[in-house]
């Protein structure tokens, strides 16, 4: 490869302007620092992003915000990104076993022995989770043995009523887009200390999905992008990294940057892939490797107006029997016409990807018209984002860990290497896997950075 | 990247000169194919590898046979490669629990209760995994249960003796060079039915590890790339893949590469590397990233003489407690000397692996003197084989699939995506993991190829 002649040497390269990798970024500006962000893509905002329906701008990635979230929604506050509540008017549906219910709680309708269960299993998990130290969770005292079991297996030693065992693999589904045989219960656990409980994460009132950003929780990242001005280059996936005494190298295609310090903020998976001098350390070169991204597509569906709205429905589908496992009502404020977004998640998502656009539309409208009826059957526009196919993502929301992965590797999920340190949402220790964990994992690494040199 | 120009198109294009793609290319070239081999490495031989220790050649990779590996029995007689036994006369040594214990049989001296145990369990084994169809275990009636359980989960649920559930833990670490945590449960069958039950995996005498190949196993390889003559291209990493619809574009660093079809016979995580043009199909590309290869060094340890044979020991070892878990005799037939080998798998490999090789060394040394004795302490000479650090390996022996990966992503293993054909040993439907699995798997994807074009 030509690399072109190394002009300046930077404080801190940022790989990655996702929220994680802009938030440290700008967090090192204000030190003083000279930053230079390097992006893959031709835009900001990593698994967030703009787009477009029927004239309404809309979130294809992240979007929500809880009242928990206090850096998100500091960040918004002071860029002016103003927020308003997820549309929650009326019953939700649920539907499983080939059927459609309707309920007005955060715990779908279900036989009540299931749901008494699952209040006996919410207290057990919270309880559990209480015993990971924080930032430290391979230390818990069963660390090891809940490493050891996946959600699944868990859930059939454990779990009794069918009912109940549906809602937690649709929980894993929605949180973690991926199976409950894939994910390891310790994993589960920390995100659910991490994440407050069951609870706040499924919720929207006075949960993670109670509140939405006007105009998009993408311009978030824009905004941070802006202030950064030219110290940012997109286009410019990084193929490697050497380093040595006191420097660090950052080659891409064409163009060779160098620096004192470096940040790597993007999704593990994308991380192992660059060529690394001297090689990365195993532990962490495992690490990456192992931590799988989930699989998710996003769709969007506009209507002439929110039809469910007239039918008591709040938009909302919890679903264990049909592909768009997840609805909620995205229409905008001033309701000139309606908006459902669905969810594809796990095993669905990797079937309909693998579809042509026109069948996957198709499917997508028949879950939604099985769901909310013929008023369905016919949208104005259809928007899908299928984010397994995103080259700089690969996959959504969130990297998780199979089982015998946070024992083995994770203890050096935070562990700088030479002069490179690690941010990204998976590396946070609140709200890992959302839009706040990408912001803090941000500000910690800049920490790191500002603090030692 | 600069690519030279395309002067000729092949019939067959395969990347990776290990077992599977040189004998795939060997078959192809039988049958009058004209195909070209293009290997990232500077030698053929994948994970065999040879190497020297005092003055006697060596494998630092494969290097066992068993009488049921009839592939790999044919291929060496065909090439001259004689075998000879793995010494065997005299007592094994067992490591446990902070002692050492000789005994006579393939199962380690443990209390008479555990190996009642283990008896019991090696029928269940057997029963199970004769339910699973041949190259199809995801369809096994029990697939979805066993895949959602890892082999740990599944000792802490079946296993009542602390011995038998420690040496479970040490057949894995073993076999697959990570811990029961990390694996399977289906996938643990699985190999256990491709390796006709646990008594022919662990046994030397009448099991895989009966015989060696005089001179090394890795002459085979050596041996059937040197009739392929100038259709081998060594230390060219392959970058990216493009088809059309009547080829394939195989670049690498400087050139680039035509032909009708190919071959991708590379471990899982190096062909989830290469860039696809098309992509990848999603549930292809979940598999090669989610199979993680285990993780192993190879030691060997000269001596003046094989002194523990004067103390009637054979030179084996099993240890659950120290980090060299394996020990073999690996003495030249002449008996000049006395060479042992040793085995570190799993994390107490990729803990050794962070070590400086003098560090490292001691404490390899210590292990050995540990279950032999002072006579142990001076070795003549040390050579060691991290397969965690060769970049075109990313560890060894094979890469193994963690739950919920064999039932989600299994299926599409042998699955061709246009042009592309898949081999490897991790594509074996007999002997898996193994030298024998490897060339199956390549004369099966050559066959593919010879019969549909």
């Known amino acids: 490869m030509e690399t072109a002649r190394i002009e300046d040497i930077w404080d801190v390269i940022v790989v990655g302007a996702g929220f994680a990798g802009l938030k440290a970024a700008f967090e090192l500006k204000k030190a003083g620092k000279q930053v230079l962000v390097l992006e893959a893509r031709d835009r900001v905002g990593g698994r967030s992003k703009a787009g477009e329906i029927h004239g309404q701008t809309i979130d294809l990635g992240g979007q929500w915000v809880g009242p928990q979230q206090k850096l998100l929604l500091a960040q918004a506050k002071e860029l002016g990104v103003k927020t308003y509540s997820q549309f929650t008017t009326g019953a939700s549906l649920v539907s499983r076993d080939g059927s459609v219910q309707s309920y007005h709680s955060n715990i779908p309708k279900l036989p009540i022995i299931s749901l008494l269960e699952i209040a006996r299993l919410e207290r057990r998990w919270n309880k559990e989770a209480k015993t990971l130290p924080v930032g430290k969770p391979w230390l818990a005292e069963k660390a090891m043995r809940w490493d050891a ?127 690394y001098v001297p090689a990365l350390p195993i532990k962490r070169e495992k690490l990456l490797q192992s931590m799988a991204m989930g699989a998710v597509i996003k769709v969007h569906l506009a209507y002439a107006k929110a039809f469910w709205r007239e039918q008591q429905f709040n938009g909302a589908v919890v679903s264990t029997d049909r592909a768009v496992s997840i609805v909620f009502d995205q229409s905008p404020e001033d309701q000139n016409h309606g908006v459902l977004l669905g969810l594809i998640e796990g095993d669905h998502a990797i079937a309909l990807s693998a579809l042509d656009v026109e069948t996957r539309r198709q499917r997508v409208i028949a879950d939604i018209t099985y769901y909310f009826g013929q008023q369905a059957a016919h949208p104005l ?60 994992s941000g500000i910690r690494a800049a920490k790191e950075i500002i603090n030692t040199y």
Chains 1, 2 share one sequence.
């Open 149 to 275: 079991e996946t959600v699944e297996s868990w859930i059939l030693k454990n779990v009794r009523t069918h009912a109940a065992q549906d809602f937690i693999r649709a929980i894993v589904g929605a949180l973690f887009c991926c199976n409950a045989s894939q994910l390891s219960y310790l994993f589960f656990l920390e995100y659910f200390r991490q994440g407050q409980g069951l609870e706040v994460l499924i919720s929207t009132k006075g949960g993670a999905q109670q509140d939405k950003f006007v105009g998009g929780a993408w311009q978030i990242s824009k905004l941070i992008a802006d202030q950064l001005q030219d110290h940012l280059i997109l286009n410019s996936p990084v193929l490697a990294i050497e380093q040595d005494v006191d420097h660090v190298r950052v080659d891409c295609q064409t163009r060779s940057f160098k620096a004192k310090k470096m940040i790597i903020a993007t999704p593990p998976v994308l991380a192992s892939r660059i060529d």
């Open 381 to 440: 526009e259809y928007i899908e984002q299928d984010w397994l196919t995103e080259e700089w993502s690969q996959g959504g929301y969130v990297a998780h860990m199979p089982p015998g992965v946070m024992t083995s590797y994770g203890d050096c999920i935070r562990e700088p290497f030479g002069h490179i340190h690690w941010a990204g949402t998976e590396t946070a220790t609140e709200w890992s896997g959302y839009l706040d964990g990408a912001l803090q």
